[in-house]
């Protein structure tokens, strides 16, 4: 079957029923114009975060497998109101949970894995002209207990549901018009993109923009399938991500940031071989992910070991390191909360020299001091005090002139 679309819509697009017949619409234009659609819907907005408080009344530390079958629920209220309002608009629809559509994943409770979509199951239902509106961020494991897929599940859900329909495309519905070149809270002059590489949109994910979860993106990379952010309160083409290196491509195409992270300082450890696996292995095997690391040597062949994790995980490291403090017989540990992480993101960046200097001297302009610096092919990040965090953005933005075409 050709001319498949899967289109997804966030929490904010189905918050009230007005909402849901706005989506309705959308949707029912879509198949007016000879497609066929399979729809993906998040929980109605709030409705997640009602339910995780609900379920810490009853356990502060709720048991992982009930926790997932309680937040999951709220998805299938979306879609089944949403099924209802296409039925009124004339369209064959049946809501679909993950069960009935043959989701598997893994058993990891709260941040489960995809293993398999039903391909047959889908392709049967479209068809016989039915339009599936399918719960997001759930699936089942081996021994059909309800999983979850983490926060922004639903982007995952969606793009895996187009990946095995083989669609023309993936849609996702939100309440902005597309990805900004940074975000338009921050900077009034802050511009929509029409498009990205999946590159950089990966880039933008991870370091911080809200836009998709950056698995989806992750998803959509690996087997090229073109994505498009919309919004569903009146979109004006939304931005394309896909693989097209043919573009021209800007030297730097938006600014992201996050003040999610703290910066840890070991103090004096001792500059041999093998101290940097020392101290990251045992937090690696706590699950915790080391982000921009800096170590500084001393004259005296110490040096100071300086790295950053998500603000969640600064106690646990913090203790972690304690614990290895005698063995190394090194200084103190100190944790800073009041950081930020700002970035520029580009893939023209690869073939253009001078990236780095432009935006150290904006910076130093503004009398910005760096703390960290992380860098790669298509980006550059800096840790910085969090009272910089907005200066920065605009000085960059602007430094860039993002605000042009």
Do not use: W
């Not at 049967?124 to 979850?148: A, H, R, S, W």
């Not at 021209?248 to 992270?261: H, Q």
């Not at 500084?296 to 972690?320: G, L, P, R």
Request: aromatic residues 6%; negative net charge.
């Amino acid at each position: 079957m050709s001319n498949i679309i899967v289109q997804k819509f966030g929490g904010t697009s189905v918050a009230s029923p007005k909402r849901i017949e706005a989506v309705a619409k959308i949707v029912g234009q879509e198949i007016d114009s000879g497609n066929h659609v399979a729809v993906v819907v998040s929980a109605m907005a709030g409705e997640t975060n009602r339910l995780i408080d609900l379920a810490k009344k009853i356990q502060k530390k709720p048991d992982p497998r009930e926790f997932d079958a309680v937040v999951s629920s709220g998805e299938q209220v979306s879609a089944a109101l949403l099924a209802m309002s296409l039925k009124k608009k004339g369209y064959n629809s049946r809501s679909y949970n993950a069960f009935q559509m043959g989701f598997k994943t893994d058993s990891s409770f709260g941040r489960a894995r995809i293993r398999k979509v039903s391909e047959e199951i889908l392709q049967d239902v479209l068809e016989k002209n039915i339009v599936p509106v399918i719960t997001g961020f759930q699936g089942f494991d081996d021994e059909n207990n309800i999983t979850t897929l983490g926060r922004g599940g639903s982007d995952t859900s969606a793009v895996a549901i187009a990946v095995s329909l083989n669609a023309k495309e993936c849609q996702i519905y939100t309440d902005v018009d597309g990805v900004f070149t940074t975000d338009p809270n921050i900077y009034d002059k802050a511009r929509k993109l029409d498009h990205l590489t999946y590159e950089e949109m990966l880039e933008l994910s991870s370091l911080g923009a809200k836009v998709l979860q950056i698995r989806s993106v992750e998803f959509a990379s690996k087997y090229k399938l073109p994505l498009r952010v919309l919004s569903s309160f009146g979109s004006n083409g939304g931005t394309l991500i896909n693989s097209n290196d043919n573009l021209e491509e800007a030297v730097v195409s938006g600014i992201a940031f996050t003040s999610n992270e703290a910066k840890i300082t070991i103090r004096k450890v001792p500059d041999i071989p093998g101290v940097a696996a020392k101290i990251l292995s045992p937090i690696s095997d706590a699950g915790i992910e080391v982000d921009v690391i800096v170590q500084n040597v001393a004259s005296d062949n110490t040096t100071d070991f300086t790295f950053t994790v998500h603000k969640d995980f600064a106690d646990e490291t913090s203790k972690i390191l304690e614990k290895l403090r005698k063995e190394l017989g090194s200084g103190e540990i100190e944790v800073d909360l009041d950081i930020c992480k700002v970035s520029v993101v580009g893939n023209g960046m690869k073939s253009h020299a001078g990236v780095a200097s432009k935006m150290f001297g904006a910076l130093a302009d503004e009398a910005i001091n760096i703390e960290m610096i992380s860098t790669s092919e298509i980006k550059i990040s800096v840790v910085l005090e969090e009272k910089y965090k907005e200066l920065a953005v605009r000085t960059l933005h602007d430094a860039f002139e993002l605000d042009k075409n």
